[in-house]
């Protein structure tokens, strides 16, 4: 992270001893000493700065996938503070409905306003009061991680725990659910582990670390054998079933009918992947899917 924070975290361990490994720790730490008002609001600045001045490439990318291959029943919640889904969203709009998206650790691209509850893009005003929206908070210590304090992120949280309630396919993508982020990982495995349907449910895991550790990290989450762990976003459920990830898996494993893959492999335009999203989007109104007719491998 290119936030020019080195030299205040040196200066300051020059004084204090370490403050811990990584920046999330370091941070948690700085802010118990309590005696660093000043570098904390230096920090929280640099931060949001560099992820405000980020933007997408113009080609595809998973985040276009995300927003276009899943459905208004779906959900996605990122830890991310970029505004890359929410970029992605604008410039896929109109093509179909897509699923709600989620900040638990806010967004700089999110503003929110307190008094309603409510959020809404950075820079409006809240769309009920009219009052100027205060950002939304990034940075939240390791160590205490309060996500109840904040009306608007309980209720992002309390989202996640509904969908988590009744889900039936998981994809994780890029999280590495930290030890220290006790808090998280308690509402997650907790939630799920009450999942009526979790002895059915499938989850799957991207992740580029070594399998034996991905396991380790999320063996309390997914039930006995279900689950599935791959390196890239082209191997998941929503890439290769786009639009159609968890009518293919329910036709896979209730019904005993593996049906055709449909997926976006080497679309590069946006427009050329929102042409293909149109036709599947259409027969979703129509409530019919393009495999009917199609003749179960396993006989039936």
């Not at 998973?62 to 959900?75: F, N, S, W």
């Not at 220290?180 to 907790?190: S, W």
Request: proline share 6%.
């Amino acid at each position: 992270m290119a936030t020019g924070l080195d030299e205040l975290f040196y200066r300051i361990e020059a004084l204090e001893g370490s403050l811990g490994d990584g920046f999330e720790a370091k941070y948690s730490r700085l802010v118990g000493l309590e005696r660093y008002p000043d570098e904390v609001e230096q920090i929280n600045t640099a931060v949001r700065g560099y992820f405000a001045r980020l933007e997408l490439p113009d080609h595809v990318t998973p985040y276009d996938q995300m927003i276009l291959g899943l459905r208004e029943k779906d959900a996605i919640f990122t830890f991310n503070w970029d505004p890359f889904l929410l970029q992605a969203l604008r410039r896929c709009s109109g093509v179909a409905k897509p699923p709600s998206v989620h900040f638990l650790h806010g967004c700089v691209a999110v503003a929110l306003c307190g008094e309603c509850k409510v959020r809404s893009n950075a820079g409006l005003p809240c769309p009920r009061c009219g009052k100027a929206m205060e950002p939304s908070q990034l940075l939240f210590p390791v160590t205490d991680k309060d996500y109840d304090s904040d009306p608007v992120i309980l209720g992002e949280w309390n989202a996640l725990r509904n969908a988590l309630d009744d889900a039936y396919f998981v994809t994780i993508f890029g999280y590495s659910a930290p030890v220290t982020d006790v808090a998280a990982r308690k509402i997650l495995i907790d939630t799920f582990s009450s999942n009526k349907f979790r002895e059915m449910a499938e989850v799957e895991i991207i992740d580029i670390r070594e399998r034996a550790v991905i396991e380790e990290t999320w063996s309390d989450f997914y039930f006995s054998h279900h689950y599935g762990i791959f390196d890239s976003f082209e191997h998941s459920q929503i890439h290769r079933h786009f639009r159609r990830s968890c009518d293919a898996f329910a036709m896979a494993s209730l019904q005993c009918h593996p049906v055709p893959e449909n997926t976006p492999a080497g679309i590069t335009e946006i427009g050329k992947l929102q042409e293909y999203a149109r036709p599947l989007f259409r027969e979703e109104q129509a409530d019919v899917k393009f495999w009917d007719g199609h003749v179960n491998p396993f006989g039936g």
